[in-house]
C-alpha cells in the first residue's frame, strides 16, 4: 500500500481504538471476555492513550516529503505492529478465547503492509 493512504488508514484507526481505549475501556473488553480490576482498567486507558498519540502522530507523518524519515516511520510500525501481532500469538496460546485471533490477523497484516511500505521507500 502506498505510504500516504497507509500512514492515513492507520492514524485514523489508532485515533478510534485509542478514544475507545479511553472511553469505553469495559466494552471493548467484554468481547474478549476480559473483565480488569480499577488497576488493569488504568492501564488499558494507558494503552489507549499511547493508541491515540501514534494515531496523531501517523496523521502528522503522512505528509512527510522526506524519504529517510518515511523509511523510518513505516520501518518502525513494521516491527512495532509485528512485535503487537507477536504479543497477540502468545496471548492466543496462554487461553485468549477466540475473538483474541482478530488481533492477530490486525497486526501481523498491518505490519505486513508497513514492511511492505518500507522496502517500497528504500527504492
Known sequence: MPYRPLMTTFAVISAIGGIGCLAIPEVLLAS???????????????????????GMMAWIARG????????????????????????AVLGQYAGANAAGWSNV????????????????ELR
Open 32 to 54: 474478549f471476555g476480559v473483565e480488569l480490576s480499577a488497576m488493569g482498567l488504568v492501564i488499558y486507558r494507558f494503552w489507549g492513550a499511547a493508541l491515540l498519540g501514534l
Open 64 to 87: 512527510s516529503q522526506n524519504q529517510r524519515r518515511r523509511l523510518g516511520f513505516a520501518s518502525s510500525l513494521a516491527v512495532a505492529n509485528l512485535l503487537a501481532a507477536i504479543i
Open 105 to 120: 490477523a490486525l497486526f501481523s497484516l498491518v505490519a505486513m503492509a508497513f514492511a511492505w511500505t518500507a522496502i517500497h
